[in-house]
């Protein structure tokens, strides 16, 4: 990247906030409740990053769209409610969104969350003002489909080669390869390593430390990707 105005754009659920077990749960909770077929805590996380439709058709190929609004409803009203596995950020991130925010370019999510569930988190947690923007899966295509980076890259007329992804599973990579955008990838999040590096990221870290490190050195000082 060359010396000029850079775009940051993270990942929410894996990559900043570790809400798995929240999110596996929530959907055991409303799998329970509409009574299908359950489906193990892999197959869950497996789809964790994918807008609903998405993640359901993965999940439930044979159902075709039809239960599609009832069911995100109904996990909307478990992870909505405050007396569920709870979520907080993974260690050092707040730390990092400070530091990064201090710096001379802009900030942003790309998330499978919707909107209500985004706009709660951030203003649960305090870091609304971390960020300049956010595009998430119930306003755009669902990842790993460019849009939401495009978008965002629009919104801050800021060039495909000033542009990095930082997410925790491959549909965020992937994302980043069909927008023609760099990307990193974090290894304590849903996907494992090598799936993480089949897709070619430039870094693949195994906790925010490093990644921080990698932020300051690679991208502040404008280093060469």
């Not at 789809?47 to 075709?64: N, S």
């Not at 849009?147 to 925790?168: N, P, R, S």
């Not at 999040?189 to 932020?215: I, M, S, Y």
């Amino acid at each position: 990247m060359k010396h000029q105005k850079q775009l940051l754009v993270f990942d929410w659920d894996g990559t900043l906030m570790d809400s798995q077990a929240r999110i596996i749960h929530c959907f055991h909770l409303a799998i329970r409740d509409m009574d299908m077929a359950f489906r193990t805590a892999d197959q869950v996380s497996n789809i964790i990053g994918l807008g609903f439709r998405e993640a359901l058709l993965a999940l439930y190929p044979e159902l075709g769209d039809d239960f599609h609004e009832d069911f995100v409803d109904c996990y909307r009203n478990y992870f909505l409610a405050e007396d569920v596995a709870p979520s907080d950020f993974f260690e050092g991130v707040v730390q990092m969104l400070e530091d990064l925010n201090g710096q001379d370019y802009f900030m942003a999510i790309a998330t499978g969350k919707g909107r209500r569930g985004l706009d709660m988190a951030l203003e649960q947690h305090d870091v609304k003002h971390l960020f300049h923007a956010s595009r998430c899966a119930d306003e755009t295509h669902s990842k790993p489909h460019p849009q939401m980076l495009e978008d965002l890259m629009d919104y801050f007329a800021v060039e495909k080669d000033h542009t990095l992804m930082i997410g925790d599973t491959e549909y965020d990579l992937q994302m980043a390869s069909n927008a023609d955008v760099h990307s990193l990838a974090v290894s304590y999040g849903v996907h494992d390593k090598q799936r993480l590096l089949d897709c070619k990221p430039l870094a693949c870290f195994e906790n925010t430390k490093e990644l921080h490190t990698w932020l300051n050195e690679s991208v502040i000082n404008n280093q060469s990707l």
